[in-house]
């Protein structure tokens, strides 16, 4: 019982930090109605850049996060500018093959640079336990990474519904043509829409870092979870996410439980799998495009 | 006379039948008898070649003419693998049996997820097929029936020569282009360009249109199959996380795209430019991929119709025509608009 | 016809596929008149805004406005210039309230500086949708739609308001109420494009009008001297138009 408990609580911190891994694949998807495959492999690229910046910057993880911020604001502004704002016109499914080309490149330069060992950025609180009971033990890096990506959340979900920026998202994701006959810029949106979901994404591959270490080809396995949390909070839907990275960590970790760790991330597949099927526009309500 | 006509309502555009038939034959000819003439080593790039012309051409039945772009074939690939290697080395049976027993497995497995995914559209069933096959390779990796991540090695391949081993790959790269051909010339083959030319009309039949795409799926799945047997035949040893890797559907995608998706001949340049380009960096696996991805980046950019929809929108080049004409095109109305058009130029 | 225009069409040819829509058209619109342009389903109308706002690409011909050439511009671009249009089938932000309809309008610099007093404007204009402020764009009426997207179109303060089909589907009493509101926008200085399909109303609420036949500006001129019995004989193409 005292295991059940236990896996509940943990699979309910557990889905802040996937929620983390997911806001920006269901931002860029909701918006601009792009699949994009390279996610995970550009959530893992702001890990690497983080250690490595972390290692020249003295240790200092948060000096090292917020130029990876930058860095991968950058290199979203010109993935989204050179490539991706070109063949969107032209439907999802090429843009999506680009995002998968983009994934391969990304994933072998970082094999090709820091080979195929396991990574991790050194953590403050990996061995801190904020909650210690006889009935559940909460590791205080479990409640770091909630409590960040539900403040993150939190924020993206206001930016997004009260300030006239968010509304222009709103809107070029509603229509638009509608939108540039507003004056907006549509492509010029997708690139602040494609910074913003990298910069969410560094968020999530620090908190992954920390948690969990890493290695080149991880960001093809988070991209199935932030599918998974977006599948299940519902495309385009901001505060989705949380309850979709809550419903796949604790559906995870209560696969485990009952199965066996062995089959805790087939669970995850399978429940999401379900999910899609049942339910293929997600749980919440959303901005996805017409 | 009969006969050349019936010849020609066999084989569209009937005038230009001569030179590209006789091409088409030497060049088939040629292939088939390169054990007799070729180095080992012309053989072992031939034998790649043709097994992902295969592949490549059951991925465009799918993405280039079907509408479904699906980054979880190869579930396909390791189901042959790994029922060649049960069959085989567990089982002591023939290879003859396992291709029979492949085709079975397969067939069970694409109908069987071919109810949760084809519920899904567009992009839900690109992401709803991959995960169905990551979900396999986690299955195969906790599976004592299948030695979990251990792997076999598949002993029989082994002792069969590598001229067996070509002809074996020779025949299901040509029989793939051939059934792709006749798949487009058939009745499904109709269905599908006028669910490609006008999908609101092709909508409104949707119980046949499911069933097309069901059946191109079906016949996809099975081929990619039964490829994956051909081959690791070659190969000779599974392991979950390779038949099942990722690493499939990245060359699948790639020929396509790079030959030109929604041509026949797309994916058989594209699998020659593939296997060449990934022997060519053989020592640098990481290069490789690095600089396939870039490539099909830049082709999907510049030439979204890859090198043969290049070719055929500069030069009208085309060796296999699958449109049909006269008979079906009926004087309607653009068709008048377009001439108008024309004249006034 | 003139240098004096506000906006001018040359030889504007516009395709879809290898179908062309648009042939040869040339227009002035006048500045500080209300113009507008005449023609049936599928004329051509909307494909023409279209051409004109940067949302289709021309074949070939050129758009000034103000002097300045337009053609191929960015819509946000060619908006930032002056020219507002209001959309066919009047597509409102649905998920949105009027109000965040409305100040997405105003997204431009110049404007949002002047927001509350732009919106206070567009309230006079059209009072319902004050009291429909808070309101989902959804749950309005067909009515109150159009003058939403009317009044967010004026938002931005434009030199050129174009409106696409404001009376389809629309009760004739609310046409008329919509189109004396345009008339009171158009005397504050504002040049405004009608295109409709009813020749009557159009004729009597403007100064210049075209007619538009399959791609074709077949007509033109003061809408006073247009006879209403040969607009519609083009119209519906009985005549040597056709």
Request: glycine share 10%; net charge positive; charged share 15%.
């Amino acid at each position: 019982m005292e295991l059940f408990v236990q896996s509940l609580v943990s699979g309910l911190l557990l889905g802040g930090l996937y929620a983390a891994v997911g806001v920006g694949l269901s931002l860029v998807f909701g918006i601009m109605g792009l699949t994009n495959i390279a996610h995970g492999c550009l959530m893992i690229l702001s890990s690497f850049f983080i250690m490595v910046f972390a290692r020249h910057m003295s240790g200092s993880v948060v000096a090292a996060f917020i130029l990876t911020v930058l860095v991968m604001c950058v290199i979203g502004a010109l993935l989204q500018g050179v490539l991706i704002n070109r063949v969107l016109a032209k439907g999802p499914e090429p843009a999506l093959l680009v995002t998968f080309g983009v994934a391969i490149v990304i994933w072998n330069v970082l094999q090709l640079i820091f080979g195929a060992d396991f990574k991790s950025i050194p953590s403050p609180m990996a061995s801190v336990n904020a909650v210690n009971t006889r009935w559940v033990v909460i590791s205080g890096e479990y409640l770091f990474n909630f409590a960040v990506s539900a403040a993150l959340i939190l924020v993206l979900h206001l930016v997004i519904q009260k300030t006239l920026f968010g509304r222009a998202i709103r809107a070029a994701a509603s229509n638009v043509v509608a939108a540039e006959l507003m004056g907006i810029n549509t492509g010029r949106t997708y690139i602040y829409i494609m910074c913003l979901a990298l910069a969410t994404g560094s968020v999530g591959g620090l908190l992954v870092g920390q948690t969990f270490g890493f290695y080149s080809y991880s960001g093809m396995s988070y991209l199935i979870i932030a599918f998974g949390v977006v599948v299940i909070g519902g495309m385009g839907s901001i505060i989705g996410t949380l309850l979709g990275g809550v419903i796949l960590g604790v559906a995870q970790l209560l696969g485990a439980y009952f199965f066996g760790s062995g089959v805790q991330i087939l669970v995850g597949y399978l429940t999401l799998l379900t999910l899609l099927t049942l339910r293929p526009r997600g749980l919440l309500g959303n901005m996805t495009r017409e | 006379m009969t006969a050349k006509r019936a010849l020609h309502s066999l084989v569209p555009n009937g005038k230009s039948l001569g030179v590209k038939t006789f091409a088409v034959l030497v060049a088939a000819v040629a292939s088939a008898l390169l054990p007799l003439y070729g180095s080992d080593y012309a053989v072992s790039i031939g034998l790649l070649i043709f097994s992902y012309i295969s592949l490549g051409q059951m991925w465009n039945l799918l993405a280039g003419y079907s509408g479904l772009v699906s980054l979880g074939q190869q579930a396909f690939i390791g189901i042959g693998a790994y029922t060649l290697a049960k069959v085989t080395t567990v089982y002591g049976q023939s290879i003859a049996l396992s291709f029979f027993v492949t085709a079975v497995c397969a067939a069970a497995f694409a109908f069987v997820i071919s109810f949760p995914i084809f519920k899904l559209s567009g992009v839900y069933f690109t992401i709803g097929t991959w995960i169905v096959s990551e979900s396999a390779l986690v299955f195969f990796r906790n599976w004592k029936f299948v030695n979990f991540d251990a792997g076999y090695n598949i002993v029989a391949a082994y002792k069969i020569p590598m001229g067996a081993l070509y002809l074996g790959s020779f025949v299901i790269g040509v029989v793939s282009v051939a059934l792709v051909f006749l798949i487009l010339r058939s009745k499904i083959g109709l269905a599908l360009m006028a669910m490609r030319d006008n999908p609101g009309a092709a909508e409104a039949r949707g119980v046949y249109l499911y069933r097309t795409k069901l059946v191109c799926f079906l016949i996809s799945s099975v081929y990619i199959a039964v490829t994956g047997v051909v081959l690791y035949l070659n190969i000779a040893y599974v392991k979950p996380g390779a038949t099942f890797g990722i690493d499939w559907a990245v060359s699948m995608v790639f020929i396509v795209v790079i030959g030109g998706i929604g041509t026949i001949e797309g994916p058989i340049l594209g699998a020659v430019i593939y296997v060449i380009l990934r022997q060519y960096l053989y020592n640098f696996p990481g290069i490789s991929m690095i600089l396939l991805g870039a490539v099909a980046v830049t082709v999907i950019l510049l030439a979204p119709k890859g090198i043969m929809g290049a070719l055929h929108g500069r030069f009208g080049f085309e060796l296999f025509s699958v449109r049909r004409t006269a008979a079906f095109d009926g004087p309607d109305r653009e068709e008048g608009a377009r001439i108008s058009v024309k004249q006034r130029r | 016809m003139n240098d004096n225009g506000l906006l001018t069409v040359e030889s504007l040819n516009v395709d879809y596929g290898d179908f062309r829509a648009i042939h040869d058209v040339s227009m002035c619109f006048p500045k500080g008149a209300i113009i507008s342009v005449i023609g049936s389903n599928g004329a051509g109308k909307s494909t023409l805004l279209n051409a004109i706002m940067g949302v289709n690409k021309a074949r070939s011909g050129r758009v000034f406005f103000e002097g300045d050439d337009i053609t191929g511009l960015r819509t946000s671009s060619i908006v930032a210039k002056g020219i507002s249009m209001s959309p066919e089938g009047s597509s409102v932000f649905e998920n949105m309230s009027v109000y965040e309809n409305l100040v997405l309008g105003a997204f431009l610099p110049g404007p949002r500086k002047k927001r509350d007093i732009l919106l206070e404007r567009a309230y006079e204009l059209f009072p319902p949708l004050k009291e429909k402020a808070k309101q989902q764009a959804t749950f309005l009426s067909g009515g109150q739609r159009q003058m939403l997207a009317i009044a967010r179109a004026l938002m931005s303060e434009p030199k050129l308001l174009i409106c696409d089909e404001i009376s389809l589907g629309l009760a004739p009493v609310v046409v008329s109420d919509i189109y004396s509101r345009i008339t009171d926008v158009n005397e504050t200085g504002v040049t405004v494009v009608l295109v409709e399909q009813e020749v009557k109303r159009s004729l009597d609420y403007s100064d210049y009008s075209y007619v538009l036949v399959k791609g074709r500006v077949v007509m033109g001129g003061l809408s006073d001297e247009l006879d209403e019995k040969e607009v519609k004989d083009a119209y519906f193409g009985i005549n040597q138009y056709a």
